[in-house]
T-cell receptor
Framework: AQSVTQLDSHVSVSEGTPVLLRCNYS??????LFWYVQHPNKGLQLLLK??????LVKGINGFEAEFKKSETSFHLTKPSAHMSDAAEYFC??????????????FGSGTRLQVQP | DSGVTQTPKHLITATGQRVTLRCSPR?????VYWYQQSLDQGLQFLIQ???????AKGNILERFSAQQFPDLHSELNLSSLELGDSALYFC????????????FGPGTRLTVL
């Protein structure tokens, strides 16, 4: 069975400083991994997706994530935070060998605050 | 804008009532997924339909049901509503059965009083 753990429920950074949101996953096979962002009172927007190609994945708005199989991690980073990055971020795993009962498994979310 | 539409945006109803949430997938997408987001449970997968047929079930209560119509839009029916059913309900769509990126709609916020 697949699972995903977001290691921080809240992260606070200053504008212009780097962002690191941590995610560890558990999967029986080579999973697909995603990061989604949810702004207040909005739906979920896809930031980036890993599907066993390059281990460093570039997404929208300057975000990127690195897949590290040995560490079962998929941390999200951004070199310089912007006020508009303040939102909830979800790490998501999809295991192709899963029966489909939990087609996408979401982490519990990390709320990113950006201080001026 | 993901291309997935959901109606209504907000729904306020009373316990014991029944409601229907509607979702239109992105043009060309055959799979529709329903998710529930609540403060205590987080984001949970409820059910998936592909081209009109149920393909996967998650943590969906027996009081809840869904269907996908020939034009590929989907409806989620919630009956005998309880206070704990208050949540944000998301619909997502993808092109194929499994493995594709899912694109999410803006959600329907259900409040049960």
């Amino acid at each position: 069975a697949q699972s995903v753990t977001q290691l921080d429920s809240h992260v606070s950074v200053s504008e212009g400083t780097p962002v690191l949101l941590r995610c560890n996953y558990s999967s029986s096979y080579s999973p697909s991994l995603f990061w989604y962002v949810q702004h207040p009172n909005k739906g979920l927007q896809l930031l980036l997706k890993y599907t066993s190609a390059a281990t460093l994945v570039k997404g929208i708005n300057g975000f990127e994530a690195e897949f590290k199989k040995s560490e079962t991690s998929f941390h999200l980073t951004k070199p310089s935070a912007h006020m508009s990055d303040a939102a909830e971020y979800f790490c998501v795993v999809s295991d192709p060998l899963d029966t489909g009962r939990r087609a996408l498994t979401f982490g519990s979310g990390t709320r990113l605050q950006v201080q001026p | 804008d993901s291309g997935v539409t959901q109606t209504p945006k907000h729904l306020i109803t009373a316990t014991g009532q029944r409601v229907t949430l509607r979702c239109s997938p992105r043009s060309g997408d055959l799979s529709v997924y329903w998710y529930q987001q609540s403060l205590d449970q987080g984001l949970q997968f409820l059910i998936q339909y592909y081209n009109g047929e149920e393909r996967a079930k998650g943590n969906i209560l027996e009081r809840f049901s869904a269907q996908q119509f020939p034009d590929l839009h989907s409806e989620l029916n919630l009956s005998s509503l309880e206070l704990g059913d208050s949540a944000l309900y998301f619909c997502a769509s993808s092109a194929r059965v499994q493995g594709d990126t899912q694109y999410f709609g803006p959600g329907t916020r259900l409040t049960v009083l």
